[in-house]
């Protein structure tokens, strides 16, 4: 499966953006699908991800209450829905998939069970 995100820009603290991640080579819902961001100077961190089968979505305490994770299958696609934007959200973000991202692990491990990844997108929110 090949990933593309897209939905990134320049917003101001309390705003919002959608971010779009596109599947084409494949069906989406065969895949857990994560959103992973990397701020300048700082490790990879997972954000949110969904279990294949949609019955389960997952968000980083930093997030929790701000993002919404939801898929379309129908368009083969997730979508990152951020609201509440803060400047520490700044961050290149990503798309991946895998067969599963444990949600007992901490968000950073997450990276580990990736097996797609899709370009970022660059998130900037200004104060």
């Known amino acids: 499966v090949q990933l593309q995100a897209s939905g990134g820009g320049l917003v101001q603290a309390e705003g919002s953006l959608r971010l779009s991640c596109v599947a084409s080579?494949?069906?989406?819902?065969?895949?857990?699908v994560a959103w992973f961001r990397q701020a300048p100077g700082k490790e990879r961190e997972g954000v949110s991800s969904?279990?294949?089968?949609?019955?389960?979505?997952y968000y980083a305490d930093s997030v929790k209450g701000r993002f919404t994770l939801s898929g379309d299958n129908a368009k083969n696609t997730v979508y990152l829905q951020m609201n509440n934007l803060k400047p520490e959200d700044t961050a290149v973000y990503s798309c991946a998939a895998g067969d599963y991202f444990n949600h007992h692990d901490d968000t950073e491990d997450w990276v580990y069970e990736a097996d797609y990844w899709g370009q970022g997108t660059l998130v900037t929110v200004s104060s």
């Open positions: 969904i279990t294949n089968s949609g019955d389960g979505t």
């Open positions: 080579g494949d069906t989406l819902d065969r895949y857990a």
